[in-house]
C-alpha cells in the first residue's frame, strides 16, 4: 500500500504562485511513476503533470512554462505553480503509480481569484 498527502494548497490571486507537496509512504520502493492531476467543480479530472523514476516529465499545455514538476529520492513529489490564473481553479490530487496499481491521494483546494 502506498499513502499520499498532499499539502500547499490554498487562494491566490491571478498572478501569484503556490508550490504543492505530496508525500508518499508506506510501500514506496517501485514507484515509478508519479502525477498531479486536478478536477474543476464539474468537470473530469485531468492530468497536470507527471515524472517518472527516470525523471521524464510530461505537463498539460495549459501549464507549460508556468508549472514545473519535480520529486526528491525520498518520493516527495512537489508542484511549482506560477502565474496563476482563475482557470486553475480544482481540487489538485497526487497520484501514484506502483506495480501497474494507482494510488490516490485526498487532494488539495487551490482557488485562484481574478
Known amino acids: 500500500q502506498v499513502q499520499l498527502v498532499e499539502s500547499g494548497g490554498g487562494l491566490v490571486q491571478a498572478g501569484g504562485s503556490l508550490r504543492l507537496s505530496c508525500v508518499a509512504s508506506?510501500?514506496?520502493?517501485?514507484?515509478?511513476?508519479m502525477g498531479w492531476y486536478r478536477q474543476a467543480p464539474g468537470k473530469q479530472r485531468d492530468l497536470v503533470a507527471s515524472?517518472?523514476?527516470?525523471?521524464?516529465t510530461n505537463y498539460a499545455d495549459s501549464v507549460k512554462g508556468r508549472f514545473t514538476i519535480s520529486r526528491t529520492r525520498d518520493s516527495v513529489m512537489y508542484l511549482q505553480m506560477n502565474s496563476l490564473k482563475p482557470g486553475d481553479t480544482a481540487v489538485y490530487y497526487c497520484?501514484?503509480?506502483?506495480?501497474?496499481?494507482?494510488?490516490w491521494g485526498k487532494g488539495t483546494l487551490v482557488t485562484v481569484s481574478s
Open positions: 515524472i517518472t523514476s527516470g525523471s521524464s
Open positions: 508506506g510501500s514506496i520502493f517501485g514507484i515509478n511513476y
Open positions: 497520484n501514484a503509480m506502483r506495480l501497474s496499481i494507482p494510488y
